[in-house]
């Protein structure tokens, strides 16, 4: 099953659902630039890591597509020279999930190899081919990984259990149901009579906005609380376990996701709860040892609520060390401690 958050749309362009204007209103985009593209990302128009990477894959495609079938390339520019350019303005538009570069690199490499020694002429068409078959297999492979972390990680999930998740990792972020979010679909889809808890996700809501719209649509029975009750919660025994996404793991274990997670891990420590993990092997990042080696992304202090002239700390993301996951769930399942082995056994 796909994710119905992006499509291609005619003339190769990308539709895309403008996630900054649910659950209000539903809103497709057309993109066919790079520049739009940059836009919608670091807007949140599309977030989650996987779902970056699919849609950055896709639009490069639809670039290129209107760029050169289409007629509209600025200026005299070889394919491999705009191909470079707009892979490398495309590849930094948000420092954290890695999902975004393994993505456009390897569009990069699937369309260079196309292309070989081809003349200009020949390689401009060779190159929108080769682009948009591979965005579609990123997509593709995405949604199959979806499936195989869902069912992997439900089996983790006992009946009647009470689960906790935190921002959105549903097919708003992926290229199909879902990492964690995709987990609690297949738990419940088995008949396991579970109940969610979704944080809210400050500062921009992603919880109680786009988790919460995705849990009604799945008629999953469920609840949204502020960040701050997690600890209470706990406590008072509405959590058995915790599951979350991930937008980069480092090669030990250590893993970056929305700011909030790692408070999370340390209250599920305190309180004896599982915590999970659950991501694409995409989402791993080999070339970074550890959680201190990722760069974190601040957001703009104006998405935070507050008085005239006071200024904010708005780090979009944090780190929760290894030693305090339960365990990863993958698309090959479930790795356990310690990770860097298990990592390493799943990427060779």
């Not at 849990?215 to 949204?224: F, G, H």
């Not at 030990?252 to 209250?267: E, H, M, P, Q, S």
């Not at 791993?284 to 935070?304: C, F, L, Q, T, Y």
């Amino acid at each position: 099953m796909h994710t119905e958050a992006i499509d291609w749309a005619d003339e190769g362009a990308v539709s895309l659902l403008d996630q900054t204007l649910l659950p209000g209103e539903t809103v497709f985009l057309k993109i066919d630039t790079i520049e739009q593209m940059v836009e919608a990302i670091q807007a949140l128009r599309v977030r989650g890591a996987p779902l970056i990477g699919v849609a950055a894959a896709m639009g490069l495609a639809a670039a290129a597509h209107r760029a050169f079938r289409n007629g509209e390339l600025r200026g005299p520019q070889s394919p491999r020279d705009w191909l470079s350019h707009a892979s490398a303005t495309l590849a930094d538009a948000r420092p954290t999930a890695v999902n975004l570069r393994w993505a456009v690199e390897r569009a990069v490499r699937a369309a260079v190899g196309a292309m070989g020694d081809a003349s200009e002429s020949a390689a401009a068409e060779t190159m929108i081919t080769a682009l948009k078959d591979e965005a579609q297999r990123i997509w593709d492979e995405d949604a199959a990984m979806c499936r195989a972390i869902g069912e992997a990680g439900a089996e983790r999930i006992p009946a009647k259990a009470k689960v906790l998740t935190h921002c959105n990792t549903g097919m708003l972020a992926t290229g199909g149901i879902g990492t964690a979010f995709g987990v609690i679909r297949v738990a419940h889809e088995q008949g396991k009579g579970i109940e969610v808890l979704a944080c809210e996700a400050r500062p921009l809501r992603q919880g109680t906005r786009l988790t919460a719209w995705e849990l009604q649509r799945a008629e999953i029975p469920s609840r949204v609380i502020v960040d701050s009750a997690a600890a209470t919660a706990m406590a008072q025994g509405r959590v058995d376990l915790v599951i979350v996404g991930a937008d980069r793991i480092a090669a030990n274990g250590d893993v970056a996701n929305k700011i909030g997670t790692y408070g999370l891990a340390l209250l599920a420590k305190a309180h004896d709860l599982p915590f999970y993990v659950a991501a694409p092997r995409s989402t791993i990042d080999r070339s970074v040892a550890s959680g201190k080696e990722i760069p974190i992304e601040e957001r703009p202090a104006s998405e935070i609520e507050t008085a005239a002239g006071i200024s904010a700390y708005n780090p979009a993301f944090d780190v929760t060390p290894a030693e305090l996951i339960t365990g990863i769930v993958t698309d090959a399942g479930v790795l356990e401690p310690p990770y860097e082995h298990a990592i390493r056994g799943i990427l060779k």
